[in-house]
Nanobody, 115 residues
C-alpha cells in the first residue's frame, strides 16, 4: 500500500506563491505517473499537472505558465510550485500516483487565494 502525505498548503494573497510537497511511503517506480489534482467547492476534481519519470509534464490550460510540477525520485517526493496565484485557484489539492491503472491519493491540502 502506498501512502502519500501532502504539505505546503495555506492562505495566500492573489499574485503570491506556494509550493506543495507530497512524500510517498514507497519508492516511485519508473512506470509511475505522478500528478496533482484539485477540487474546488461544489466542483469536480480536475487534473492540474502530471509528470512521467522521464520528465514529460502535462498541465491544465488554466495553470500553464504559472505552475510547475517536479518529482525527486531519490526522495520519493513530488512538488507543485504555484506562482501568480489567482482566487480561482482556491481548492483542496491532492497528489496522485497512477501505477498500472491503480490510483493512490493523498489526503489533500487546502489552498486559499484571497483577492
Amino acid at each position: 500500500q502506498v501512502q502519500l502525505v501532502e504539505s505546503g498548503g495555506g492562505l495566500v494573497q492573489a499574485g503570491g506563491s506556494l509550493r506543495l510537497s507530497c512524500a510517498s511511503s514507497r519508492i516511485f517506480f519508473s512506470i509511475d505517473i505522478v500528478g496533482w489534482y484539485r477540487q474546488g467547492l461544489g466542483k469536480q476534481r480536475e487534473l492540474v499537472a502530471s509528470i512521467t519519470s522521464g520528465g514529460s509534464a502535462n498541465y491544465a490550460d488554466s495553470v500553464k505558465g504559472r505552475f510547475t510540477i517536479s518529482r525527486d525520485n531519490a526522495k520519493n517526493t513530488m512538488y507543485l510550485q504555484m506562482d501568480s496565484l489567482k482566487p480561482e485557484d482556491t481548492a483542496v489539492y491532492y497528489c496522485n500516483i497512477r501505477r498500472l491503472g491503480s490510483d493512490y491519493w493523498g489526503q489533500g491540502t487546502q489552498v486559499t487565494v484571497s483577492s
